[in-house]
């Protein structure tokens, strides 16, 4: 069965660090866009980072760029996201998903875990 | 950056209506677009990819269609089953995704 299981959330303190851990099963991650999207409380999804198949090229959204890290470890079949500098805004449920290339162009999140939720609070 | 925008914000509807939601791109965007749906306390799902094409084991119920910077997820005739959250997200930048902002769907 394909299936992404995050880790690693959990509350911390504003100007905390915490890393976040996305376990995959029944495919190979490294043969795909891997990206992280969150969901504050109430909110809409929102678009985190990806990192690229084969050349782990990484892009980031505005909001995180410079405090985040995606990262992937092919051995463990694992998509990582390093967080530093957390703010309150940070707060959400983070999925990882897998973004698929459907007729090789139409990429789309069709696998996604369950999420991990980070809060932020003093 | 893309920014996407859906209308409506929310929708009130009865068992067996016709629904139609609809999203918008900031710039054209060919037919890289796809349409999720969230239960509430669930995962998101892949409905449509591609404006258009129907992801595997989604009732055909559900259309998409559209192009450029105006797009449209329809339910030809609504299930209590189909209540959510509806979200389009642009993929014309990939790896680069943006999302709109999410149509909460209601049965009458």
């Known amino acids: 069965e394909v299936q992404l299981v995050e880790s690693g959330g959990g509350l911390v303190k504003p100007g905390g660090s915490l890393r976040l851990s996305c376990e995959a099963s029944g495919f190979t991650p490294s043969n795909f866009f891997m990206s992280w999207v969150r969901q504050a409380p109430g909110k809409g999804l929102d678009w985190v980072s990806s990192i690229s198949a084969s050349r782990n090229f990484t892009y980031y959204a505005e909001s995180v760029k410079g405090r985040f890290t995606i990262s992937r470890d092919n051995s463990k079949n694992s998509l990582y996201l390093q967080m530093h500098s957390l703010r309150a805004e940070d707060t959400a449920v983070y999925f990882c998903?897998?973004?698929?290339?459907?007729?090789?162009?139409?990429?789309?999140?069709?696998?996604w875990g369950q999420g991990t939720t980070v809060t932020v609070s003093s | 950056d893309i920014q996407m925008s859906q209308s409506p914000s929310s929708l009130s509807a009865s068992v067996g209506d016709r629904v139609t939601i609809t999203c918008r791109a900031s710039v054209p965007i060919d037919n890289y677009l796809n349409w999720f749906q969230q239960k509430p306390g669930r995962t998101p799902k892949l409905l449509i990819y591609g404006a258009s094409n129907l992801q595997n084991g989604v009732p055909s119920r559900f259309n998409g269609s559209g192009s450029g910077t105006d797009f449209t997820l329809t339910i030809t005739s609504l299930q209590p089953e189909d209540v959510a959250t509806y979200y389009c997200q642009q993929s014309h930048s990939v790896p680069i995704f943006s999302f709109g902002p999410g149509t909460r769907l209601h049965i009458k």
């Open positions: 998903a897998r973004s698929y290339g459907f007729n090789t162009f139409y990429y789309a999140m069709d696998v």
